[in-house]
C-alpha cells in the first residue's frame, strides 16, 4: 500500500508540473497546425504563450506558498532539547556520488539549523529522516544512498554518537513513522522538528498521526518575499516556487483525506 502511494503520488505530481502543462500546449499547436485546424493551433498556441508570459514575470507562487509559510513563524528553541528530527530531500545525491563531497540543494538551512540546534544542546539526540524520493530508485531498486547529512554534521564536530540515520522514508508519512521507531521518544522528552516553513503543516500532522506527541516545529528555509520586488523575468525561479506551492497544497489535501 504505501509504496503503491508513493508511486501514484509522484505521477501525480509530474502531472501537476507547470511545464508538463506548457509542453502539452506546444504539442496541441503543432498537431493542430499539421493536421489544419488553425483556430485549435492559435488558441492552444496564445493560451501557452501567455501562461509562459505570466509564470515568466510574476512571482504567482509566491502568493500560494506565503499562506503556507504565513502558519510558522521563526520561534527560538525551548531550553531544553532531547531530541531533534530533521527532514531530508536537503541533499543532492547524484552531484554527491559525483564529486565525492557532500552537496547541498536549495534546502540546506535545514540541515545548517539542526546541526546549531544540535551544537547549543549537546545533550540532544539528531535524528536525520531521509531515504531516496526518487521514482526510478523505488521500481528499479534502491542504490546506495550516500550520507550527506551525516557526513556535514560529523564535519561540524557533532559527536557521530548522538547520530541516527533513518534512511528508508520516501516521503513525508514514512518521515515520521519510521524516525519514530528509530527514536522511540519517551513520554515527557521534548523533540523539535526541522523542516522548511511551507512544508511544516503536513510534516506535523504526519508525525502526530504516526504518535509524535508535542513535537515542536522549528521552521526554516522561507522561500517566499515581496511580491512586487519579485516582478521581473524568472522563470526558473518563479516556476520552482510555484511548483513547490501546487505540490504542498495538493499533498495536504490528498495526506489530510488519508489520514496521513
Known amino acids: 500500500m504505501d509504496t503503491a502511494f508513493f508511486i501514484l503520488s509522484k505521477l501525480i505530481g509530474l502531472a501537476l508540473q507547470i511545464e508538463t502543462w506548457l509542453v502539452i500546449g506546444m504539442v496541441v499547436s503543432l498537431i493542430a497546425g499539421r493536421f489544419a485546424c488553425p483556430r485549435l493551433a492559435r488558441w492552444s498556441g496564445g493560451t501557452t504563450l501567455a501562461a509562459l508570459l505570466a509564470v515568466g514575470i510574476f512571482p504567482i507562487g509566491e502568493i500560494l506558498l506565503r499562506p503556507l509559510e504565513a502558519e510558522f513563524l521563526p520561534r527560538a528553541a525551548p531550553a531544553h532539547i532531547d531530541g531533534i528530527v530533521v527532514l531530508g530531500g536537503v541533499e543532492d545525491q547524484k552531484a554527491t556520488a559525483v564529486w565525492g563531497e557532500p552537496q547541498l540543494n536549495e534546502a ?19 535524528v536525520f529522516s531521509g531515504g531516496s524520493g526518487r521514482l526510478r530508485n523505488t521500481v528499479l531498486g534502491q542504490p546506495e544512498i550516500p550520507s550527506v547529512a551525516v557526513d556535514f554534521f560529523v564535519s561540524l564536530g557533532i559527536d557521530p554518537g548522538r547520530i541516527t540515520w533513518e534512511d528508508q522514508s520516501r516521503n513525508t508519512a514514512e518521515n515520521a513513522r519510521f524516525s519514530y521507531e528509530v527514536a522511540t521518544p519517551a513520554s515527557g ?27 515542536i516545529p522549528h521552521p526554516v528555509d522561507y522561500r517566499t518575499g515581496s511580491f512586487s520586488d519579485g516582478i521581473g523575468w524568472n522563470l526558473s525561479g518563479n516556476l520552482e516556487i510555484l511548483n513547490i506551492a501546487i505540490k504542498e497544497w495538493v499533498g495536504r489535501l490528498a495526506y489530510r483525506l488519508l489520514g496521513r
Open 108 to 126: 540546506a538551512e535545514r540541515l545548517t539549523a539542526a546541526a546549531a540546534l544540535a551544537i547549543a544542546h549537546p545533550e540532544a539526540r539528531l
Open 189 to 215: 522528552e521534548t523533540w523539535v522538528l526541522v523542516t522548511s516553513a511551507f512544508h511544516m503543516g503536513r510534516a506535523l500532522a504526519s508525525f502526530e498521526a504516526a504518535g509524535w506527541d508535542d513535537i
